[in-house]
């Protein structure tokens, strides 16, 4: 088989000695990790990869010898180096020479126990070291799902990976330590930190501590029996405001847990939420010194009550349209006079009530406004409330339309069957023919066609209060989508992805380098970032969404039979 | 020539701009935006095919843009490289595909990727590179002694 060797970029220029790594018989690959120089005592080298082999759990092994010679090749060298794979024993033994600065190597190998003598063509990959190491291999979003077939089928290319990736340790000896051996890596003139990053690790476990302690207070009141009473629980439920400030809250938990994060998905997860916190707030306070400056809430709350006002007069001159005769249709009289005059005194309510409040609007206004501050989300949300505060009246109308004609389709299906002779067998859900009474039809008769005359009437107002009603939770959930995109968002990993690509990896690449007669394939293994779709797909944030409960077509038919429909549900809320 | 005439558009953009004429600089302004995309995200330049027999198949295609995209997939996961006819319209169609490997089902296909989409070379073009890949795939099966590179 075709021997491939996995060679790090940054020993290139590294001095002779003897390559050291991990051999993976399977694939008849070996994964050169380091160059470890002249001169340097058998014993100790070998005490150290068992040490590091200890720590690491990788098998790293002494696998070949590696010679860079400035001018032509010695012989006693590559002696010496020969007898050197007699002392660590190694099968097969892979011997690496560079010849001055040419690119073109020449690698051997030495097999004492194998049965046929036959040269073995090697392949040469060149690979960062650095960028191996702190990237994550992400298996295709397909055979994620599928977890029963696993490890023989495991990619060959996430072995590789692994292998890097564990043997950190090995790259924290650099070559100003003191020790027997002298290293050659990707880290070997020194390893950088950075004091901002130390610091912030220092600060970051006081502040967890004092967060965690505040968040425990905080849930403890939510959590108090006072809040629970029935009608302050039953406007928490509806204010999506609390909701998203839950929401919030569960993820301040997640972030200032004390556990460290155990795998590159959860540690992703908290960077992403703290990315998003913080650009949240940020956003939140952006808003609040926009809005604060020129005192332009002021200017809102002064806008607002003439707003509701204008609002109530249109739908006043709706109401005297309906009661008219709308579009050319005739209306019964009666029924439309009533009609008309119910929902217009409702309207007068309404207007009275908005201002009794007028005085104390600025200051509430004024007051909410400063709790933008948590966020934009909770902005949002908090218009979204004001918003369905505000057409309440929209909301009640509808309610009363939709009842009515629902009352009157149920009416009129049931009498349509008693017309027909038919009746509704409730024990067998289908329709049973029945014979009625004379008296029993007569009166059945008479009230279908009332119902039927008065159809249209009641059709229209339902009609124009369900349009407006749409046009509302339209509003609102747009706003709840804007919500659902920036909670759900993972900043953190797409400006990773923009960033440093490497270290979040779909897959690999090789580009062919230049080729020699009787040298082995040289090939370079770059990194393929996963494209912006699949980071976005793998990284979303669980968020409460809210989706569309009903399909379009069983929307369509609950708006014809006249049942209450409330498209935007909450993952968290019980069935209406 | 492309970029040339891209550069010249834009300057051109700018001056509209400065002498205020809305509608037309907006029109230009969407179609260059428009040819941007194009070039970017559609309009593939060149596709090759690169075959390591002990590694696997390396797909690429380069945009107009100079933008290279890349699919490896390991010599485990491909079952074979098999020429597929298709009826499309009034015509028979002829394209290369890279069949992958079932994990659970050893004779089954889970997934068939079709090569050379947007140059789609005919038939005898195939059939060249179909027997150069063969020649590559039929080595890993037996005893092999030798790597290929096509």
Not at chain 1, 45 to 73: F, I
Not at chain 2, 134 to 146: C, F, M, N
């Given at each position: 088989?075709?021997?491939?060797v ?6 290139s ?5 003897i ?6 018989s ?16 058998p014993a ?18 002494v696998?070949g ?13 590559s ?20 010849e001055?600065?040419s690119?073109f ?9 194998s049965?046929?003598?036959?040269e073995?063509?090697i392949i040469l ?5 650095r ?10 979003l ?15 290319l996430a ?27 990707w880290?070997s003139?020194g ?30 009141i939510?959590?108090?029996?006072v809040l ?5 629980s ?18 301040l ?14 540690l ?28 332009r ?5 002064d ?15 709706l ?31 309404w207007?009275s ?10 200051m ?49 299906s ?26 029993q ?14 159809l ?11 349009l ?106 019980k069935?209406? | ?15 509209l701009?400065?002498t ?26 060149q596709?090759?095919l ?15 843009s ?5 699919t ?5 996961q ?18 290369l ?17 079709p ?11 195939l059939?060249?590179?179909?027997k ?19």
């Amino acid at each position: 088989m075709v021997l491939k060797v996995f060679f790090p970029s940054c020993c290139s220029s590294a001095e002779s000695g003897i390559l050291i790594g991990r051999w993976i018989s399977e694939q008849n690959s070996a994964v050169i990790l380091a160059v470890v120089h002249f001169p340097f005592i058998p014993a100790q080298v070998k005490q150290y990869l068992s040490e590091v082999q200890r720590v690491t759990k990788v098998s790293v092994s002494v696998l070949g010898s590696w010679s860079n010679s400035k001018q032509e090749k010695e012989e006693s060298l590559s002696e010496f180096l020969e007898d050197l794979g007699t002392i660590f024993s190694h099968e097969p033994w892979i011997q690496i020479s560079k010849e001055g600065d040419s690119n073109f190597w020449s690698c051997s190998t030495l097999q004492k126990h194998s049965n046929n003598p036959k040269e073995e063509e090697i392949i040469l990959v060149y690979y960062d070291q650095r960028k191996v190491m702190l990237s994550h291999l992400h298996p295709p979003l397909d055979t994620a799902a599928s977890t029963d077939h696993q490890a023989d089928d495991a990619s060959k290319l996430a072995a590789i990976f692994d292998t890097v990736a564990k043997s950190k340790v090995l790259f924290m000896t650099d070559r100003y330590d003191d020790g027997p051996i002298k290293l050659t890596h990707w880290q070997s003139d020194g390893v950088e930190a950075s004091i901002i990053m130390e610091l912030m690790k220092q600060a970051s476990v006081p502040a967890c501590m004092l967060l965690t302690f505040l968040l425990s207070l905080i849930s403890g009141i939510c959590r108090s029996r006072v809040l629970k009473f029935w009608p302050l629980s039953f406007l928490w439920s509806k204010l999506s405001t609390c909701e998203q400030l839950g929401h919030r809250l569960q993820h301040l938990q997640v972030i200032s847990s004390n556990k460290k994060a155990q795998n590159q998905t959860q540690l992703m997860r908290k960077a992403n939420i703290f990315v998003s916190l913080l650009v949240d707030v940020a956003l939140g306070i952006l808003l609040m010194s926009w809005l604060y400056r020129k005192n332009r809430i002021g200017h809102l709350a002064d806008t607002l009550i003439p707003v509701a006002d204008h609002v109530a007069e249109e739908l006043q001159d709706l109401l005297q349209w309906l009661m008219g005769a709308p579009a050319g249709l005739k209306m019964n009289r009666a029924l439309d006079q009533v009609l008309g005059r119910f929902f217009l005194y409702h309207i007068h309510l309404w207007i009275s009530y908005i201002h009794l409040m007028s005085p104390f609007i600025e200051m509430i206004l004024w007051y909410v406004g400063l709790s933008a501050c948590l966020g934009l989300t909770v902005a949002l949300c908090i218009l979204s409330d004001i918003i369905a505060l505000l057409t309440f009246h929209i909301y009640c109308f509808y309610v009363y339309g939709a009842r009515l004609y629902c009352l009157k389709i149920y009416g009129l299906s049931s009498l349509w069957r008693l017309f027909r002779g038919k009746k509704w067998n409730v024990l067998r859900q289908r329709v049973d023919s029945c014979s009625y009474d004379l008296d029993q039809l007569f009166i059945g008769t008479l009230l279908f066609t009332i119902l039927l005359f008065l159809l249209p009437t009641t059709a229209l107002y339902y009609l124009v209060f369900t349009l407006l009603r749409l046009l509302v939770v339209i509003v609102q959930g747009l706003i709840h989508l804007l919500v659902d995109l920036i909670d759900s968002l993972p900043l953190y990993s797409i400006i990773l992805r923009l960033c440093r690509s490497y270290r979040l990896a779909a897959g690999v690449k090789f580009r062919v380098l230049e080729q020699q007669d009787g040298k082995p394939l040289r090939l370079l293994m770059q990194i393929n970032p996963l494209s912006y779709g699949s980071v976005v797909h793998t990284y979303r944030l669980p968020t409460y969404s809210c989706y569309p409960k009903d399909t379009w077509t069983s929307l369509c038919k609950k708006l014809f039979l006249g049942e209450l429909i409330y498209p935007w549900k909450h993952k968290g809320e019980k069935q209406d | 020539m492309c970029s040339c005439s891209l550069y010249s558009l834009c300057g051109f953009q700018c001056l509209l701009f400065m002498t205020n004429s809305m509608v037309l600089s907006a029109a230009i302004f969407i179609t260059l935006i428009g040819l941007i995309i194009y070039l970017h995200f559609v309009k593939v330049d060149q596709e090759s095919l690169l075959v390591i027999g002990s590694l696997g198949i390396q797909v690429t295609s380069s945009y107009a843009s100079g933008k290279e995209s890349t699919t490896f997939i390991e010599m485990g996961q491909v079952k074979d490289v098999v020429i597929n006819e298709a009826i499309h319209m009034q015509k028979v169609i002829y394209y290369l595909c890279i069949l992958l490997q079932d994990p659970g089902d050893p004779q089954g296909v889970s997934e068939v990727v079709p090569l050379f989409q947007s140059s789609k070379p005919r038939l005898d073009c195939l059939i060249e590179v179909y027997k150069s890949c063969q020649e590559i795939l039929e080595q890993r099966k037996t005893a092999p002694q030798s790597s290929g590179i096509k």
